[in-house]
């Protein structure tokens, strides 16, 4: 697995990767388009999940082609893009469930989400994340499962309606487990620790 590493410090990897999120986040931020139209401005913040989590991301490439560590970027990253990742490919995977189709627009976007969940962690080995920058992280994460599910700001998926209150539970120990996976990557005292400079 070593040999992935200097692959993922290359500065050619990083701008690719840089490049690659900068697009995925537009594309999110257009996505949620007509929502963001319907949405409170108080809300607006916590609505495009997936495009937010890869624009933290995007912050954490800027900082690496920098020579810099941005940890709280860091810590918001990771979780979100474990997070989010992961519930996008389950959402589409439900509606496979539901509708028994899975048209291309589905497969993209479990793709492109298992992508996301993928890249945040293959980079925590780079991170700088401290205590502090997960607690908030933490804090950031559970309010928005709270504006999501207490004030329905959730990603709008209307043949999945009956099943919210399973998939609010669902998002809650998903959230649970993207900070615990940052914790135990990232924080805890044998973790896995390189420089990008040092390759």
Request: hydrophobic share 55%.
């Amino acid at each position: 697995m070593k040999w992935v590493y200097p692959i993922l410090a290359n500065r050619a990897t990083l701008w690719l990767l840089l490049i690659v999120n900068i697009a995925g986040t537009i594309y999110g931020y257009i996505w949620y388009k007509w929502q963001l139209v319907d949405t409170p401005p108080i809300f607006l913040p916590f609505v495009p999940d997936s495009p937010t989590a890869s624009l933290f991301f995007v912050f954490v490439l800027i900082a690496f082609l920098l020579g810099k560590n941005w940890p709280l970027f860091e810590a918001l990253a990771i979780v979100t893009l474990v997070k989010y990742g992961i519930w996008a490919v389950v959402m589409n995977l439900l509606v496979f469930k539901v509708t028994g189709e899975l048209d291309p627009i589905a497969l993209m976007l479990i793709f492109s989400h298992g992508a996301m969940a993928v890249q945040g962690v293959l980079y925590a080995p780079f991170y700088r994340i401290k205590t502090w920058h997960l607690a908030v992280t933490a804090i950031w994460t559970l309010h928005n499962d709270v504006i999501d599910y207490v004030f329905f700001m959730l990603p709008r998926y209307p043949i999945l309606d009956l099943y919210i209150p399973q998939i609010g539970y669902f998002t809650f120990w998903l959230s649970m487990f993207s900070i615990g996976i940052t914790y135990f990557l990232c924080l805890r005292k044998k973790r896995f620790n390189l420089k990008l400079n040092s390759y």
